[in-house]
């Protein structure tokens, strides 16, 4: 006997382990256990196999691994003892999966306990193989379950039905065999019996359609019958479940009638009468009758029609909304959608009391309640539904607000009769909700607004009065800034006028007070403040006498750590300073926007899930904007009638830029001279990394509103950059010119050609700057060209200029000879020279470089050296 | 068909845990976890139904609490919810019964009793019995067996009775 594993008994072990204080002591005292048990398996310890086992059910349950003890439950069944057997049976349930081998050794064992003279032996065998059988043993042990399915003791027969269902899932060829069984079984009086025997049948039914048509001629009457007996019968004490007799029976037999009468008139004709009794005669005051008639409504709308029936279905699904347990009501609320598609008039009548559901106290049902009035919402009753749910969002909980505005604004989409309708009921939405509108839904209604031409008017002053109450939603603040910046001018002047509005006087300085409260607004996200920068230029045209005052908002965005924003503004700032001449046409008004075009774009989108307003902020850790949505591209890209969007290269190119060069400028500080990593890291970080391919098609595509004007504005844009740079600090000119550059048209980048790569400032002082060219020849990736440029911004001539480089060990490097040795100053002109560099790691290490300038100013030797890093990454 | 029956206490510790479908121990432990965080989390008076996707698209979750214990179901389509909570009435009648006033340490030291209960009321996935006095016939019938494994001859003349 071990030493070890016999003292603790089971009940010990459950001591010990609940006496754990933490998780490593649990841990600890299972290790102990495992062990003590595997030293008793591989004794081969007889005595206390089953305890050990049970042990090990334990910690099964626990979350231990415990293969180690599967071959002892194959033992254990082996054995003859009885309660060997049970706890031998109930491990092979609880550890064995049936696709182990080890199961297939316990074939034999189970063939001969189905036949032991022991019926609690045989019940044993019978639940594990209804547990764990697989296909193999369903065909071997099959003829066994069938012969025990007339076996005297009613707990076997039970227990062997149940047993047959698994062997016909795992082999439904076998289905055949079971048919004439069952159809006896059926009509048996036990009650165990005849439930599971049902059970069988209707599965049976599912994996045969021959099964199922032989029980739809024979057994049909017999089984309306039994239903009706137990509809009518008298109190039976031990299948009682509170007052219902045999509840679980009932349910089964509604099942099989409706597997029955399905898509068959003559069997649903038979069984119209007792569905109307189990219908009228269930009390519905317990759990158990609401589950019968539960059962019992299902069953009717699945059978064949027969309308009078339907109707009292769905009264009782009705009667059910207004009951006071939430589980009838959840229920009542499934029941009710899948009917919709049987009876939608029935369910209409019911349209009241599911609305009331919508307003409930539990979450689950009012979600579902709100589905089911989504389906019932059609063009008859749209508006007074869409008022109710309107009225509701006012009062309704926090975190029900974005399902239900969801669905108010599909519903609104889906069925508005008219575009005033639509965008009334919109504005209120945003109104009250507009911090929990998804962004389709916003950008959905400019594109409405501007499809309807005489409702501007109108709309723009709604949104004025929207935004002096509700400023704090940001759907509202957007869409409001949006049109005043479109149709600022038919605010202020009244156009338009509809009936049914009241006039009101809006100055100009009104209007463009609200856009300034939303830019400075602290909870306005980068998108809002962008559209409200976008929506001055536009005022500033409209509203000549403010453009002072608009200049002053926009320039006080020069400053904003938001890249974004900081170059809108600097951008705009230029337009309204020095080109008045091209101003109006740069900002008219956008054209109509095509309503085909944007939802076929969303509908293609959508899986994509644009972020919700209040999602996450558009923040990456050092404050400059991920710009996903930037929404003058969103918006302005609406109009543009190439359906793919340009803007998925705006963020890469961004992440790119602080991605990658941080890192490298990061690792280029610590070999450098200290004092001038700081700005080299800031020019590095805007003159490298930014292929201005997509920088320039990016910003070219904004400026596309009207796209007769592309031309000029680009020009326009392309010399503008000229008097930013000179006005600019000198630290940070070149990421200024290097940014701008993107302006001028997008460079044609040669594809047969390789990669083209940025020109790279290489080495800066004071008076003396390197500038290097790039090129690589087809076919060669690791051999680079290399054209050093230098120039000398100093007053004096630079003598005996000579340049020499060193690379590590993983390069070569071939240096041309210069084409002079004299550099004159003031960037007169500038010496070339020719390098080539082969990189042996390509792809894996980058070019690093060490270099070393020696000149003669006035005779005098000067020596300068620095560290090149910054190469661009793949050359 | 019901695909699994799990007790956890309100501290998330599993009681009893039983899978229709074959499951990988860390499978199982996951499913509890997600289980327990759902539930410690639901309000109180909201209804005992949980769609539960653990199984596929069907599936629905009905749990209800027993003093410490939620009792938890796991099934799809093919079952009736509102049956299912009388099942789980039932069940929990039988082991009040059979422990006289159950409660959780009952059901800890006498796991193995509680699936010998469960066995006599699911099996396969499919309710064998509903009715709690023929399920504790049963497990009284099994339990003497197991005390005195010889009288397995007694136990037959008392089951003639039943032919």
């Known amino acids: 006997m071990n030493p070890f594993s016999s003292e603790t008994r089971l009940r010990d072990m459950i001591r010990a382990i609940r006496a754990c204080k933490t998780a490593a002591e649990e841990r600890a005292v299972v290790r102990k256990e495992c062990a003590s048990i595997r ?195 008298p109190y039976a004490p031990e299948y009682d479940i509170s007052g219902i007799a045999d509840p679980f029976l ?24 007792v569905l109307a009794q189990v219908a009228t005669k269930t009390e519905s005051n317990k759990n158990a009758g609401n589950a019968i008639l539960y059962e019992c409504v299902e069953t009717i709308m699945s059978i064949e029609d027969s309308g009078g029936l339907r109707v009292l279905a769905i009264n009782i699904l009705g009667r059910f909304l207004s009951n006071r347990d939430n589980n009838i009501r959840y229920v009542a609320l499934n029941m009710l959608m899948k009917a919709i598609s049987v009876d939608g008039q029935a369910v209409q009548r019911h349209r009241a009391t599911i609305l009331e559901c919508v307003k409930d106290l539990d979450a689950s049902i009012r979600k579902r309640a709100l589905e089911l009035v989504y389906l019932l919402v059609n063009e008859t009753n749209v508006k007074p539904l869409t008022k109710e749910l309107i009225d509701y969002l006012e009062v309704s909980d926090q975190d029900f607000k974005g399902d239900l505005t969801a669905k108010i604004c599909s519903i609104v989409e889906k069925l508005s009769p008219e575009k005033l309708w639509y965008i009334d009921q919109m504005l209120k939405v945003l109104c009250e909700a507009g911090n929990y509108v998804k962004d389709e839904v916003w950008h959905g209604l400019i594109v409405v ?83 409200c920068l976008t929506a001055l230029l536009k005022l500033s045209s409209r509203f000549p006498s ?79 904007p991920k710009a996903a949505d930037a929404p003058l591209l969103d918006l302005l890209d609406l109009s543009a009638d190439e359906p793919a969007p340009q803007n998925s290269s705006g963020p890469n190119f961004l992440q790119d830029l602080l991605g990658g060069d941080i890192l490298s400028s990061a690792s280029q500080s610590g070999t450098t001279q200290p004092q001038k990593s700081g700005t080299d890291a800031l020019l590095d970080l805007l003159s490298t990394g930014a292929p201005p391919a997509q920088n320039g098609s990016s910003t070219v595509d904004i400026f596309s509103i009207s796209q007769d004007n592309n031309k000029t504005s680009v020009n326009a844009l392309d010399s503008l950059s000229l008097p930013v740079v000179t006005s600019a600090q000198s630290s940070s000119a070149s990421s200024i010119i290097d940014l701008l550059d993107g302006f001028g048209p997008a460079p044609t980048v040669p594809k047969d050609n390789g990669p083209a790569y940025p020109p790279l400032v290489a080495f800066e002082s004071s008076s003396l700057s390197i500038v290097f060219n790039f090129s690589k020849q087809p076919g060669s990736p690791q051999i680079t060209q290399i054209e050093a440029t230098f120039s000398n911004k100093s007053s004096d001539v630079y003598t005996d200029f000579i340049f020499q480089a060193a690379v590590p060990k993983f390069l070569q490097l071939h240096l041309e000879p210069a084409s002079s040795n004299t550099l004159p100053g003031n960037g007169n002109g500038s010496i070339t020279q020719k390098l080539r560099v082969t990189n042996n790691q390509h792809g894996k290490k980058s070019l690093v470089m060490r270099i070393r300038i020696s000149y003669k100013l006035n005779n005098k030797e000067i020596l300068e050296e620095g560290q090149i890093s910054n190469f661009p990454r793949d050359l | 068909m019901i695909r699994a029956v799990i007790v956890i206490n309100d501290q998330g510790k599993p009681r009893l845990i039983k899978f229709y479908d074959y499951q990988p121990v860390e499978k199982q432990q996951e499913i509890i ?15 005992n139904f949980v769609q539960d996707s653990t199984f596929g698209p069907d599936t629905r979750l009905v749990y209800k609490t027993f003093a410490t214990l939620y009792f938890i179901v796991i099934f799809d389509e093919s079952e009736n919810e509102l049956a299912i909570l009388d099942l789980m009435q039932v069940f929990v009648e039988t082991l009040d019964k059979c422990f006289s006033n159950v409660c959780e340490l009952d059901i800890v030291f006498n796991f193995n009793k509680v699936h010998t209960i469960l066995d006599e009321i699911i099996l396969g996935g499919q309710v064998v019995e509903m009715s709690s006095s023929e399920v504790i016939k049963a497990v009284d019938d099994i339990s003497r067996l197991e005390k005195n494994p010889n009288s397995i001859v007694r136990v037959q003349k008392s089951i003639s009775g039943w032919q």
């Not at chain 1, 022991?118 to 639940?127: D, F, P, R, T």
Request: hydrophobic share 40%; charged share 25%.
């Open chain 1, 39 to 233: 030293a008793a398996i591989s004794d081969n310890d007889n005595d206390y196999r089953h305890r050990n086992l049970a042990k090990l059910m334990f910690i099964h349950m626990l979350g231990y691994p415990t293969h180690f003890g599967q071959m002892e439950c194959l033992k254990l069944i082996a054995a003859s003892g009885f309660p060997e057997k049970r706890i031998g049976y109930l491990g092979l349930m609880l550890l064995l999966d049936e696709r182990q081998e080890v199961l297939m050794l316990v074939t034999n064992s189970l063939k001969q306990d189905l036949n032991h003279t022991n019926q609690y032996i045989v019940g044993l065998a019978l639940c594990a193989l209804g547990n764990i059988s697989s296909a193999e043993m369903a065909r071997d042990l099959a003829p066994e379950v069938e012969r025990l399915l007339q076996f005297r003791d009613p707990n076997v027969r039970k227990k062997a039905a149940l047993c047959s269902i698994r062997i016909i899932k795992k082999v439904p060829d076998l289905a055949e065999n079971f048919v004439n069984p069952v159809a006896s079984l059926l009509k048996e009086k036990h009650h165990g019996v005849l439930l599971t025997a049902i059970q069988l049948c209707a599965d049976l039914c599912t994996v045969s359609e021959e099964a199922l048509e032989y029980f739809r001629k024979k057994c049909t009457e017999g089984l309306v019958k039994v239903l009706k007996d137990a509809v009518n019968s």
């Open chain 1, 250 to 273: 009932q349910i089964r037999l509604l099942r099989i009638l409706r597997i029955l009468g399905h898509g068959d008139a003559d069997a649903s004709e038979l069984m119209n009468d």
């Open chain 1, 449 to 531: 607004i501007t499809n309807a031409p005489n409702l501007h008017g109108y709309t723009v002053r709604s949104l004025y009065r929207a935004i002096q109450t509700s400023g704090d939603q940001e759907a509202v603040v957007r869409v409001a800034v949006w049109c005043i910046g479109e149709y600022g001018d038919l605010l202020v002047n009244n156009i338009g006028m509809l009936d049914l509005e009241e006039p009101i006087t809006v100055t100009e300085n009104d209007a463009v007070d609200v856009i300034e409260v939303a830019i400075k607004r602290h909870t306005s996200d980068l998108t809002t403040r962008a559209m």
């Open chain 1, 546 to 624: 403010c453009s002072q005052r608009i200049k002053d908002i926009v320039n006080q965005s020069k400053g904003s750590l938001l890249l974004e924003l900081q170059q809108r503004s600097i951008e705009f700032d230029s337009i309204i300073e020095k080109h008045k001449n091209i101003r109006s046409a740069l900002v008219e008004r956008m054209p109509v926007l095509d309503e085909a075009t944007y939802s076929g774009r969303r509908a293609g989108s959508l899986p994509a899930a644009v972020s919700t307003s209040q999602g996450n902020p558009l923040h990456i850790p050092n404050g400059v």
């Open chain 2, 33 to 47: 976890r997600n289980i327990y965080a759902v539930l410690c989390s639901r309000a109180e008076n909201v209804s």
